[in-house]
């Protein structure tokens, strides 16, 4: 089990702006594949981007070209930048990982719950019109 952490949620106005961050300690995030997810109230888990190890990324639709995933591997760090947040993005995003070859490659389209093996605990992002 590798111990995802992701940090930096909060509360914003729209059109504001959030980066996410997860980290896991004593394992090695440029070994993974990884995704971030997001689920609000009653509605279902939902894939928002995924990135190989080379730098290969799938977007969900609604949030291209506004959210941005990044990793930095000094730090050990995954990261998810949002811009211009609406309030449907309100949601707590989840940091994902599963183990996978540095030739791996990611589709382009967006996460699918059952590709990803290692779950952190979640973050929540509210966004208020």
């Known amino acids: 089990q590798v111990p995802l952490v992701e940090s930096g949620g909060g509360s914003v106005q729209s059109g504001g702006s959030l980066r996410l961050s997860c980290t896991a300690y004593?394992?090695?995030?440029?070994?993974?594949?990884m995704a971030w997810f997001r689920q609000a109230p009653g509605k279902e888990r939902e894939g928002v981007v995924q990135?190989?190890?080379?730098?290969?990324?799938g977007y969900a639709d609604s949030v291209r070209g506004r959210f941005t995933i990044s990793r930095d591997n000094r730090k050990n760090t995954l990261y998810l930048q949002m811009n211009s947040l609406k309030p449907e993005d309100t949601a707590t995003y989840y940091c994902?990982?599963?183990?996978?070859?540095?030739?791996?490659?990611?589709?382009?389209?967006?996460?699918?719950?059952?590709?990803?093996?290692?779950w952190g605990q979640g973050t929540q992002v509210t966004v208020s019109s």
């Open positions: 990135a190989d190890r080379t730098g290969g990324t």
């Open positions: 004593g394992y090695t995030l440029s070994n993974y594949c």
């Open positions: 994902t990982a599963f183990p996978c070859f540095i030739f791996y490659r990611i589709s382009r389209s967006p996460p699918e719950v059952g590709e990803y093996t290692y």
